[in-house]
């Protein structure tokens, strides 16, 4: 039986769902608003309003009910209907949760996974009000123009192991990134995605547990896409798709291309166990061995060389002073 899927409050109203499907399937073809009601089951004047609100959003749609509608190009919304279509069967995306607006999609994951929301639920937002990042920080969101994803995850593993997630994730993002744009990005162990030595992609992993056991996990996964420029105070260390290939992105392929590749390493994780994943993030990461770091602790801050990956995830550090430790916390910087 089909899991009634529940509407959660802000959530983008499946109807206007339906809006940006017949638009999308119906690009550069003049569409009469009464058709739009009939197929979407509003009224005329609901089709205008909402037509109204999404060329705020920046959807090019050309007339008026009268005269009937014109889409100038797919909307490059988050939009549920749109994403399915690109995605491959299996468990991400059967259920997307759509905002134009939300304060953080990882709090709404979390709520969603202890409601009993199924693995793979995508919570997905065209803006957040209070984007998180790790340690407190917030993370700059900008409207419709970058990814704010969290997907959520019950994986059968102890929560020890909950650090490998976040690398799962990151070495996804990297994959779909290279093949959108030909760049290949670095990973800095264990939650970002560089270009040289600025960051376009964040990835924060929360997770609800016990002692021995993952009930759930929400990787949220934040993507600065087509941003012109980036605030003045971010621009030495944040970077965009968009200002490094000097073109626009589809971010509909994107998303579409990380879920793929996701649900490839998530399986390759299950299946062939912690070291594919470690052995991976090994090969692609500059950070993973022999990188000179910073490391900022809430007590401390360190310096040293990077000395390899451990089975869980953690990463190994030979400090100044010889010792030889994990980095269980902190934050993680290129030493000048």
């Not at 409050?9 to 638009?23: E, F, H, K």
């Not at 009939?38 to 999404?54: A, D, P």
């Not at 134009?100 to 803006?127: C, R, W, Y």
């Not at 970002?192 to 990787?219: P, R, S, W, Y």
Request: a positive charge.
């Amino acid at each position: 039986s089909v899991m009634k899927q529940r509407t959660l409050p802000g959530a983008t109203d499946r109807r206007i769902d339906a809006l940006l499907a017949v638009l999308a399937d119906n690009a550069m073809i003049v569409i009469s608003g009464a058709k739009i009601a009939r197929e979407i089951g509003v009224t005329r004047s609901t089709v205008w309003r909402w037509i109204e609100k999404l060329r705020a959003l920046g959807l090019r749609v050309k007339g008026h009910p009268r005269s009937g509608y014109q889409i100038e190009r797919v909307p490059d919304i988050l939009a549920p209907r749109i994403l399915r279509k690109r995605l491959p069967p299996g468990p991400f995306g059967k259920r997307i949760h759509h905002f134009f607006k939300t304060d953080s999609t990882n709090a709404v994951a979390m709520t969603l996974g202890e409601q009993g929301e199924p693995h793979g639920t995508i919570v997905i937002a065209e803006e957040q009000t209070a984007g998180r990042g790790r340690a407190g920080h917030t993370w700059h969101s900008e409207k419709t123009n970058g990814i704010y994803m969290t997907v959520l995850l019950r994986p059968p593993i102890a929560p020890q192991q909950a650090p490998l997630i976040t690398l799962v994730a990151g070495l996804a993002v990297r994959d779909a990134i290279v093949e959108e744009t030909g760049i290949v990005p670095d990973l800095r162990w264990p939650n970002d995605l560089l270009f040289g030595k600025k960051k376009f992609c964040g990835i924060l992993t929360e997770m609800n547990a016990e002692q021995d056991q993952i009930h759930f996990v929400a990787v949220g996964i934040g993507i600065n896409v087509n941003h012109e420029r980036i605030p003045e105070e971010l621009s030495a260390i944040a970077t965009s798709l968009r200002i490094e290939t000097k073109r626009t992105h589809s971010r509909v392929e994107i998303v579409a291309r990380l879920l793929r590749h996701l649900d490839s390493y998530y399986n390759r994780f299950l299946s062939d166990g912690p070291e594919s994943i470690v052995a991976r993030v090994s090969e692609v990461s500059s950070y993973a061995r022999g990188k000179r770091v910073r490391i900022a602790t809430a007590t401390e801050t360190y310096t040293g060389t990077t000395e390899g990956l451990e089975p869980g995830g953690l990463l190994r550090v030979r400090r100044d002073d010889g010792r030889i430790l994990p980095v269980i916390a902190g934050t993680l910087s290129e030493a000048d």
